[in-house]
């Protein structure tokens, strides 16, 4: 668990104004405290009780306490009363998001290995494949539609500020390639109706299969079915996805830290909605024994999330400004089931459930591998979030590029369609284990 002293670094700072008029900037926030920069040192004898922070050019959160004179120009805040801490709560949630967009964008936030367990699998080549480009066909099925390449641009939260316009640029690529695309977490935009646009690509790619998104933690609250009811109307989403994160609640520093209930929450959600309803990992993986528990909800499909790739842990320890946390946040940097091995674990258990890999695929030939060990869909994350910053071409080429990969590793194996590359997958050549004693032997002419 994170130490009560865990506080998250504020870059940039956020302005404040007090009741008395004085200013300044919000630079760290605790659980208990904000850390406020004074702007004039002549004011800072005594600390403001009560002041305004700003986010934004519309937003602003009221907290009241006392304050503590840190440093000559350094007070803490420390707030008081269930108003200021749902503030807090509130303050949190709104700069969270800008927070991993940036690190996301900026910084190392993979496995540091990588390993995906995809790099265990390997295909045999076919030299003479006997097909042309022409008549590669990639297209695939999930939950009742036909898409053009088994590729979902997985659900990313863009932020209040960037959301929009990431959003957009990803629903046209989508569009452009008739993928399904997944949104972030719509829970910002359940509590600030306001923010509800942010999230609607229908109105960018009318005929875009989107999959809503909620957390777990949604479906703890008392109102979680008209929670998840109102995520599938603000997107008409045609499918919603409930993320389970346990690692990253349980390292950041307002994370949830309760679990209980959710499986019993989801069977009634999953009987309640029309809506097809994916469980969706975001790099622990999903291991047979949950996959088991899983089934017996009713869900459509599960999208495995596993280890390998973005990794979610480790940025809640980037954005705290506590050693204890970032030591745990390297700790658990290359937690959870490999996304291969989480994949051909639950297929094994459920060999017709729908199914999503997602985690550290990051090209054309680990598309056509999770193809290969039993995906329908393969989900693409942290490299068309940081395309999608790029601008709108960019975020195609990614595709492109991805797509292109896949089919040449379709074209080298002699794959007509998605189907024959399990056909052509194995873990070593089979000339591997005759090859010491054929070449001992010297009896290879
Ligand atoms: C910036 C960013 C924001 C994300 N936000 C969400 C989210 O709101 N809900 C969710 O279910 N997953 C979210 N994810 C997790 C991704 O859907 C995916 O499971 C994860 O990033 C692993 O895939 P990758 O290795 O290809 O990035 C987010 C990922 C990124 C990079």
Redesign the pocket.
Known sequence: MTSMTDSIKLSPPLPWISDQGQTGFVTEISRQHLTLDIFEASQASSGPNEIRVMVGKSQSFVFSGQSRLASPRTFRLMIHGADSEQQLHDLLGQVR?DQ??EI?RDQD??ASDRFTGFQRVQFIPEALPELSFDDLNTEQSFLGTCFDYPILI?????GVDKGTEINRRLALAAEAYNIPM?V??QRVALDNPEYAPIFDVKKYAPNLFVIG?L?FAQLKQDNYLDLCRRAVDMVSADAL?I?V?VLQEAIQMEGDRDFTDILKRLETVCQSLSTPIVI????SGISSNTAQKLLETGIAAI?V?GR???S?GYIEGLRSSSSETMELAETFRNWGIPTAYSLVGVRALAPQLPLIA?????NGLTVAKAIALGADLV?????L?RAALQGEQETRDTLATIVRGLKVAMIATGSRSLRDLEQHICLSHPMEKNFDDIVQSKSFY
């Open positions: 998001k991993h967009i996301c936030v993979e997985t659900g990313m939260t863009g997944g972030g977490s998104n957390g996805a993320h994160n969706k990992e975001v790099g999208d999330g390998g790739g973005t979610w997602t985690g550290g695929v990051r989900g693409i994350g942290l490299p979030l």
